[in-house]
C-alpha cells in the first residue's frame, strides 16, 4: 500500500488544482475584504467541478464597484467570510491554489483565512504565466 503523499510528492497528474477567483473591496490584504469568491476545482481523472461561488458581505463598506461591479445593494444577505470559511478551506484541501493573478488573490484568501483561525496554505500557481505570448 501507498503512504500518503504531500502535494510536493506527487507528479502534476496526480495533484489536485482549485481555480481560485476573487473580487475584492480593493487592494489591501487585512484591510480590504473579498466580496465575492468562486472555485472551480480540478481533482485527476474527474471533470472540473465548481465548488464554491458566491458574493460575501464584507461587513465594511463596499468599494472598487466601478472594477467588478458589486455593490453595497449586492452583499445584503449575502454571507459573511466566516460562514464561507469553511467551505473555501475544504476547496483548497490538499490542492495547488492557481489563479490569474496568484499574488492578489492568494494574499487575501490567507489573510481572510489567517483571521478565522486557518493558517495552513496550499503551494499556488499564477495563471498569468500560461497565457499565449
Do not use: W
Not at 497528474?13 to 472551480?40: F, H, K, M, N, W
Not at 490542492?95 to 499574488?103: K, L, Q, T
Amino acid at each position: 500500500m501507498r503512504g500518503v503523499k504531500g502535494i510536493s510528492d506527487r507528479l502534476i497528474s496526480e495533484t489536485p488544482v482549485a481555480v481560485v477567483d476573487l473580487e475584492t473591496t480593493g487592494l489591501y490584504p487585512g484591510g480590504d475584504r473579498i466580496v465575492e469568491v468562486a472555485v472551480v476545482r480540478i481533482d485527476p481523472g474527474q471533470r472540473p467541478a465548481l465548488v464554491l461561488d458566491t458574493l460575501v458581505n464584507p461587513g465594511r463598506p463596499v468599494s472598487a464597484t466601478e472594477i467588478h461591479g458589486i455593490s453595497e445593494e449586492d452583499v445584503i444577505g449575502a454571507p459573511s467570510f466566516v460562514e464561507v470559511a469553511g467551505n473555501l478551506a475544504s476547496a483548497l484541501t490538499d490542492s495547488v491554489f492557481a489563479s490569474y493573478n496568484v499574488y492578489f488573490d492568494a494574499k487575501f484568501v490567507q489573510a481572510e483565512l489567517t483571521q478565522v483561525g486557518v493558517n495552513s496554505f496550499p503551494p499556488h500557481l499564477c495563471l498569468m504565466y500560461m497565457r499565449p505570448l
